[in-house]
């Protein structure tokens, strides 16, 4: 018996967790623990159901869900735009193939280094703020280019998500309010190195309803009615946030049904306005997230306040539990359908109390030894992993036809010194 149904990518054979048909406790042997282990066929998969739910739609990879060059590569291959939260993530989505047309640049506070860069590579960018429209203007005019933007509305949508992923409401940081959005698509049209063709929302992460995502998109097309009869609107993009059920069971709306609630609030609305807008989205998490497990190694089992499981994995190598109280599961890799046996708390190697990562599981009886993984592992993972308490980061798997491959290297000691510079006197 299996402490809870094992997700279809996911297998138990042998008594032994498998990835894409690679048993984990042999790689955790072959590349150590802590190790980030990607299925391919999963996100090759995960990322073609989502886009038939929406047909004719752009998707653009929320590339800050996971910056594995190698992921952004195979969604590339796909077909994949990105979507860019900084200068960095347009350099990593280029390298990885994604057309500058396809990049658009997002984000909150841009400097002018990066508006600069955001120009000379060509992307699209999605304009912040009154201040960011006025700087790159001129950036983007000395330069004698013209970008093509969009505004990011803050469309005062609940997404009913965990407080630090609500990105819409009307107190977020994000976004320019609705009742500024005509006057600032005049300004623009009149400025130079600025040309609006799209209009932007993101309303958050790890939405579980689809009635947000049609809320939201029925307060784009009222914008969109505001302004599309003195801009030529090319796309209407309405962000990601698409959530996954992190704890099995959980029902969660399938891309069908995210379909069924976005597209005909934005097809009727079009067709009444005679205007033939693209849809753009941008999920990140949905295309990633379930790719991934998370494998560590069980250094001790003590029975104290809590009956501890303490792993060489903690939340400098997954942070969501710690910043989001997120939910991952957890199974135990080498003994993957044995009964469960008692109760554990998952913590990890951090000198804080709040470095747990699963609190109260059933699982079957742990050792020291043993090899735990935590599933969901492929978004906000590995990229908000850090070298916190001296651990250098740990390494990334890719499987596929039964074969793994190493695409990311285990940090060494001289990883925790890199950039760092001793002055002289003190050599
Ligand atoms: C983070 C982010 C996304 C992706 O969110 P997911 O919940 O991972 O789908 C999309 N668009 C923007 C602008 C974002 O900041």
């Not at 799209?198 to 505001?226: N, R, W, Y």
Request: glycine content about 10%; aromatic content about 8%.
């Amino acid at each position: 018996m299996m402490p809870f149904e094992i997700p279809g990518h996911l297998e138990v054979k042998n008594g032994h967790l498998h990835v894409g048909g690679v048993d984990t406790v042999r790689l955790a042997a072959e590349y150590g623990t802590p190790l980030y282990v990607t299925n391919e066929g999963r996100l090759r998969e995960n990322y073609r159901r989502f886009a038939a739910a929406f047909p004719g739609v752009q998707i653009f990879f929320a590339a800050k869900s996971n910056n594995n060059i190698v992921v952004q590569k195979i969604l590339a291959q796909e077909g994949a735009g990105a979507d860019a939260f900084s200068d960095g993530e347009i350099y990593l989505a280029r390298l990885a193939g994604i057309p500058a047309e396809k990049i658009l640049f997002t984000g909150n506070s841009k400097t002018d280094a990066e508006l600069r860069y955001a120009v000379d590579a060509g992307t699209m960018v999605s304009v912040d703020s009154h201040d960011e429209l006025i700087a790159l203007s001129k950036i983007a005019s000395a330069a004698g280019r013209e970008v093509r933007i969009g505004f990011r509305v803050n469309p005062d949508v609940d997404a009913k998500a965990h407080p630090k992923l609500a990105t819409g409401l009307k107190k977020s940081k994000f976004g320019i309010p609705r009742e500024q959005i005509v006057s600032i698509y005049k300004e623009a049209r009149d400025l130079p190195g600025v040309k609006p063709v799209g209009i932007h929302c993101h309303i958050g992460s790890q939405i579980l309803e689809t009635g947000p995502f049609a809320e939201a998109m029925g307060k784009m097309m009222d914008l969109v009615e505001q302004i599309c009869g003195f801009i030529d609107l090319e796309w209407v993009d309405l962000g990601g946030g698409y959530g996954i059920p992190y704890q099995k069971g959980a029902k969660t709306p399938t891309p069908q049904e995210w379909a069924d609630a976005i597209l005909p609030v934005f097809d009727e609305r079009c067709r009444k306005l005679g205007i033939r807008p693209e849809l753009h989205l941008e999920p990140g998490r949905y295309i990633v997230a379930d790719t991934t497990v998370l494998l560590m190694q069980v250094n001790t089992v003590k029975r104290s306040g809590s009956n501890f499981v303490a792993t060489d994995a903690g939340f400098n190598t997954l942070i969501r539990p710690a910043m989001y109280d997120s939910y991952h599961e957890a199974v135990v890799a080498n003994k993957a359908d044995a009964a469960p046996a008692d109760t554990y708390t998952v913590v990890g190697p951090v000198c804080e109390s709040g470095d747990i990562l699963a609190t109260d599981r059933k699982l079957p009886a742990v050792r020291k030894g043993d090899i735990v993984a935590l599933l969901d592992a492929g978004a906000y993972g590995f990229c908000m992993s850090s070298q916190y308490v001296g651990r250098p980061r740990c390494a990334e798997v890719l499987v596929h036809d039964g074969q793994a491959e190493l695409i990311r290297k285990r940090e060494t000691y001289d990883d925790l010194l890199q950039n760092q510079i001793v002055p002289g006197r003190l050599l």
